[in-house]
């Protein structure tokens, strides 16, 4: 009898701590998705739907927090230094992961010792646009002008060593022009410039100014993808344009603090495939000039280092700096 009741006192002690085991289950409280731009734009509103389908798919509760700043930095800075447990996590992208390490003299990380990536999210095109009102409607039209008068045509873009910014330098080394540069600390205040006459030309993503475009306000010259975007299938690309090999995106990915636990990267990374293969997802992306781009943490994590040197010499050959 003692030992059939030790054997149930075992058997009960047993339970209690699978059950304990199971409560803390990972995730067991809310985690933070910092976004490291301001509300209301293209990453913010693609972060916003990746948790929302991740907390309704999975049961868990995402708190969302926009530290914008620094081009990016200040928030994924923050997100490197937390704690590797899985309840911070960034949505990084090209300028911040692969094109500021060559950009900022003292960047506070290093995107690939001091990160965990757990997935791409997106990409998007950039988009050349001008005011309907502008004499421009091809990219041989603003070569011809350029020639004519060099330095007399302005490109604006949401500031220096942006994708965007660096896009400029390369169609101005390709089409051996020089436009004058007008960096902005944002996208809004380029957009509203744009159309109120103040600017020439604005360069952003196909998220940022679509709703411009769509509603007549704006006109797309061309993208800067290899294949036209298919929220786009009007307008041609650079290469198409005359720019051979031409090819300058804006990725979006996932990531978290260095160390964390595999089998919490696969846990993300599953949910955050399952995330982007539903339809409201695609539909949501869609609308906003992106397109859904999943991968493994591994393939993310490879293209974080192979864009690093690439977008790096960019920035080297174009000599933008920022201390």
């Known amino acids: 009898m003692r030992f059939l009741r030790h054997a149930i006192a075992a058997l009960a002690l047993g339970a209690c701590a699978l059950h304990a085991t199971a409560a803390l289950a990972y995730p067991d409280k809310p985690i933070r998705l910092i976004v490291p731009f301001p509300p209301g734009g293209g990453t913010d509103a693609l972060a916003r739907q990746v948790a929302s389908e991740m907390g309704r798919m999975n049961g868990w509760n995402f708190v969302i927090e926009n530290r914008p700043g620094a081009g990016g930095n200040l928030g994924v800075d923050q997100a490197a230094k937390s704690a590797p ?17 060559t950009l900022y003299s003292k960047l506070p990380y290093d995107p690939e010792k001091d990160l965990t990536p757990i997935g791409m999210v997106a990409e998007a095109p950039l988009v050349l646009v001008v005011a309907t009102k502008s004499p421009y409607r091809t990219l041989a039209d603003v070569v011809a002008a350029s020639k004519s008068k060099p330095g007399s045509i302005d490109v604006a873009t949401s500031g220096n060593g942006t994708v965007a910014h660096l896009a400029t330098e390369m169609f101005q080394k390709a089409a051996g022009i020089k436009l004058t ?24 993503s196909v998220p940022t100014l679509i709703g411009h475009i769509r509603s007549g306000a704006m006109r797309a010259l061309a993208v ?14 650079f290469a198409e344009s005359g720019f051979k090999d031409f090819d300058a995106v804006t990725w979006f990915g996932l990531a978290g603090p260095a160390g964390l636990p595999a089998d919490v990267v696969a846990t993300l990374n599953k949910a955050l495939v399952q995330a982007l293969d539903a339809p409201s997802t ?17 393939a993310f994590g490879k293209l974080i280092h192979d864009d690093r040197i690439r977008w790096g010499q960019i920035v080297k050959e174009s000599g933008a700096h920022i201390d």
């Open 85 to 101: 447990d899985g309840y911070t996590l960034v949505i990084g992208q090209t300028s911040n992961l692969a094109i500021n390490p």
């Open 181 to 204: 540069h007008i960096p902005y600390k944002g996208a809004a205040q380029g957009a509203t410039d744009l159309i109120g006459g103040q600017i020439d030309m604005y360069m952003s």
């Open 224 to 237: 800067t993808s290899a294949r036209r975007s298919d929220d786009l299938p009007d307008v041609p690309t």
């Open 282 to 298: 695609r539909k949501l992306f869609q609308a906003q000039g992106a397109a859904v781009r999943s991968s493994t943490p591994g």
